[in-house]
């Protein structure tokens, strides 16, 4: 009976090694991860986030080189992933970025896996970064005033011109703004002639230039940021075959800046040319390059002379000035100017 007991005995010895050797290996195994569970719990993370940067701060890590991979998000799109280490237990790191006016949803994300250390952190902020940034300001200006009792009439060898001409003057612009006009006409007897864009930007530069860009049909001018009684805004040259004496003239435009809270005063003139420079004449292209427009009364790069802003300073067109617009010749380069009209653009 004794015998039979123990090879029972010797037989169950096997089979309870084995499984009490598993039993001390899921042990160890729940020890492990118990230890890298608690060691993730202890680690202590924030994070700091606004509109221009993210700043994650670790503490409580375990006194080794601990390594965390780093990651921002803006509106659910990554924007920043990067690597930093130190030294623990405590450390931390700045991540810059750069989002629009706002209202954005900024998610800061990170995590680390060393010396059975492991673990993540995951942060999101919806923060209102600035208010949008205002439409364009813009308003519509329109100025009356008809031409004199002089016929402006063309010669065999081609048409008259009369050169319209608007400038004006602002105060408190700021360097890098800049003032506009688009969708401009003159307005002829009640017939609409469209006229070029224009843009003028205020720089730190030491005197006026203009130009006329073909491509856009726009006319860039620069000017110091103390500007002139008088500034280029826009001019036309208008060919004309027979404009009968006394026409009815007014000239409109949509005025723009994108500098808000400024207001601008505008007038314009018209004179008449018995020729004008052209890139061609068939069709007929005028070079307004060529014609050399002063860009300001005071304080022009080239032809700071009296002249006032808008006149050409070549000298074949000043010869060929005669009566009629608004003009009477001579030295009337510009024609009479209209009324002056206030003009303050209203941002959207």
Not at 135 to 164: E, H, K, L, Q, Y
Not at 181 to 210: E, M, R, W, Y
Not at 237 to 254: D, E, I, K, M, R
Not at 321 to 344: P, Y
């Amino acid at each position: 009976m004794a015998s039979r007991s123990k090879a029972r005995l010797r037989s169950v010895t096997p089979s309870l090694r084995r499984a009490t050797r598993g039993l001390v290996a899921a042990a160890l195994g729940l020890a492990a991860l118990a230890f890298g569970a608690s060691g993730a719990r202890a680690n202590t993370v924030t994070a700091q986030i606004s509109c221009s940067a993210v700043t994650f701060t670790f503490t409580t890590f375990p006194n080794i080189t601990n390594v965390i991979n780093e990651t921002v998000s803006v509106d659910g799109v990554q924007v920043a992933a990067t690597t930093f280490s130190f030294d623990g237990p405590s450390g931390s790191n700045t991540i810059p970025i750069s989002v629009s006016p706002g209202n954005h949803t900024i998610a800061a994300h990170a995590e680390w896996n060393s010396f059975e250390i492991f673990g993540s952190f995951d942060d999101q902020r919806i923060v209102s970064c600035g208010s949008p940034p205002l439409g364009p300001c813009t308003v519509i200006g329109s100025i009356s005033s008809n031409f004199n009792g002089t016929a402006v009439v063309g010669a065999g060898s081609g048409p008259a011109f009369i050169w319209f001409n608007s400038n004006f003057s602002v105060k408190g612009m700021s360097a890098g703004k800049s003032i506009f006009l688009t969708n401009s006409k003159v307005v002829i007897n009640g017939i609409p002639h469209d006229v070029p864009n224009a843009k003028v930007t205020f720089a730190t530069v030491g005197c006026a230039t203009t130009s006329f860009d073909n491509g856009t049909n726009t006319w860039n001018t620069t000017v110091p940021v103390a500007g002139s009684d008088e500034i280029f805004l826009s001019g036309l040259a208008f060919p004309v075959t027979n404009l009968p004496a006394g026409a009815t003239v007014s000239w409109q435009g949509t005025f723009g800046t994108d500098q808000p809270g400024v207001c601008l005063s505008w007038k314009w003139g018209a004179a008449a040319y018995s020729s004008f420079t052209l890139l061609s004449s068939s069709p007929l292209v005028v070079n307004y390059n060529a014609a050399q427009i002063k860009p300001t009364h005071q304080g022009a790069c080239s032809g700071d002379n009296g002249d006032h802003a808008g006149t050409p300073q070549n000298p074949t067109i000043r010869n060929a000035v005669t009566g009629g617009a608004r003009g009477g010749g001579g030295s009337n380069f510009t024609g009479s100017w209209s009324g002056t009209s206030a003009v303050c653009p209203v941002c959207h």
